[in-house]
């Protein structure tokens, strides 16, 4: 199985900046995509950034020139800098992994236990 552990959350002011990190652990042969996600109260999950195993990332629309995702394959390890947040990137930010934990066996989506992301003056 995968674990991953989710840090760097917190309670920031509108215009400041957090880093999110997410480190997987466990018994995998190799991990695929890794990306955040995000749910606000009373809203369903959403993709904010996702990066494959060469470094290709993607973008929602909302967060595009303020937030950047980057891994440390060395260390299964994806991180999320989030700069020029506002209250509506208040949420629980989820790491997500796609991974392999057998020859043979598709690959299967595994989740952290999220973090909270607070923007509030």
């Known amino acids: 199985q995968v674990q991953l552990v989710e840090s760097g959350g917190g309670l920031v002011q509108p215009g400041g900046s957090l880093r999110l990190s997410c480190a997987a652990s466990?018994?995998?042969?190799?991990?695929?995509?890794m990306a955040w996600h995000r749910q606000a109260p009373g809203k369903e999950r959403e993709l904010v950034a996702g990066?494959?195993?060469?470094?290709?990332?993607n973008y929602a629309d909302s967060v595009k020139g303020r937030f950047t995702i980057s891994r440390d394959n060395r260390k299964n390890t994806v991180y999320l800098q989030m700069n020029s947040l506002n209250v509506e990137d208040t949420a629980v930010y989820y790491c997500?992994?796609?991974?392999?934990?057998?020859?043979?066996?598709?690959?299967?989506?595994?989740w952290g236990q999220g973090t909270q992301v607070t923007v509030s003056s």
């Open positions: 466990g018994r995998f042969i190799s991990i695929t995509a």
């Open positions: 990066i494959d195993n060469i470094g290709v990332t």
């Open positions: 997500n992994a796609r991974a392999r934990i057998r020859p043979g066996i598709p690959l299967n989506n595994y």
